[in-house]
Antibody, heavy 117, light 108 residues
Framework: EVQLVESGGAVVQPGGSLRLSCAAS????????MHWVRQAPGKGLEWVSL????????YYADSVKGRFTISRDNSKNSLYLQMNTLRTEDSALYYC??????????WGQGTLVTVSS | EIVMTQSPATLSVSPGERATLSCRAS??????LAWYQQKPGQAPRLLIS???TRATGIPARFSGSGSGTEFTLTISSLQSEDFAVYYC??????????FGQGTRLDIK
């Protein structure tokens, strides 16, 4: 059974930093591109970032480019999102998602990030 | 960036009736379109990929159609567990795979 479990969400002040983690199991992690997708309270889904199976390529939404860094550790079946210079508009539930042919076949339950003074 | 527009924003339908949800792309996405269901407090769940292929375990009452810029998700006979928010996502131009704003399916 595929499982994706996010952690690391917290309340942080504007300008602060946070590192999110996603622990994957039930599939061969290093075969797949992985993503972060976020959802602000009461809003829709926004793609944030992706990393290819070997970490060789990464992409970011314009809204987070230069502030967020995605990474992975295939030896630990884990995905990460380092979030710096956080803004109030970054407040959201952050989902880890597994890619299959450029759509998302499995999602975690999300971890909540609140940016507030 | 391709813009995905879903309509209506909210759809009220009685259990047992048919629901038809629409998704329009600002330019052609071929058949590279997915549909997701999200229930309150839950993560999105993949329903349909390739515009019309049901994901594993998805009941046959869910069907997708369309290509190019116009797509439809049809739920043939609504069950109580189908009331949720539905999102479409194009993945023809990648990244990013842009999402529609969602359609809320409510009980009438």
């Amino acid at each position: 059974e595929v499982q994706l479990v996010e952690s690391g969400g917290a309340v942080v002040q504007p300008g602060g930093s946070l590192r999110l983690s996603c622990a994957a199991s039930g599939f061969t992690f290093d075969d797949y591109t992985m993503h972060w997708v976020r959802q602000a309270p009461g809003k829709g889904l926004e793609w944030v970032s992706l990393i290819t199976w070997d970490g060789g390529s990464t992409y970011y939404a314009d809204s987070v480019k230069g502030r967020f860094t995605i990474s992975r550790d295939n030896s630990k079946n884990s995905l990460y999102l380092q979030m710096n210079t956080l803004r109030t508009e970054d407040s959201a539930l952050y989902y880890c998602a597994k890619e299959r042919h450029q759509y998302f076949d499995y999602w975690g339950q999300g971890t909540l990030v609140t940016v507030s003074s | 960036e391709i813009v995905m527009t879903q309509s209506p924003a909210t759809l009220s339908v009685s259990p047992g009736e048919r629901a038809t949800l629409s998704c329009r792309a600002s330019q052609s996405v071929s058949s590279n379109l997915a549909w997701y269901q999200q229930k309150p407090g839950q993560a999105p769940r993949l329903l349909i990929s390739g515009a019309s292929t049901r994901a594993t375990g998805i009941p046959a009452r869910f069907s997708g159609s369309g290509s190019g810029t116009e797509f439809t998700l049809t739920i043939s006979s609504l069950q109580s567990e189908d009331f949720a928010v539905y999102y479409c996502q194009q993945y023809n131009t990648w990244p990013p795979g842009t999402f529609g704003q969602g359609t809320r399916l409510d009980i009438k």
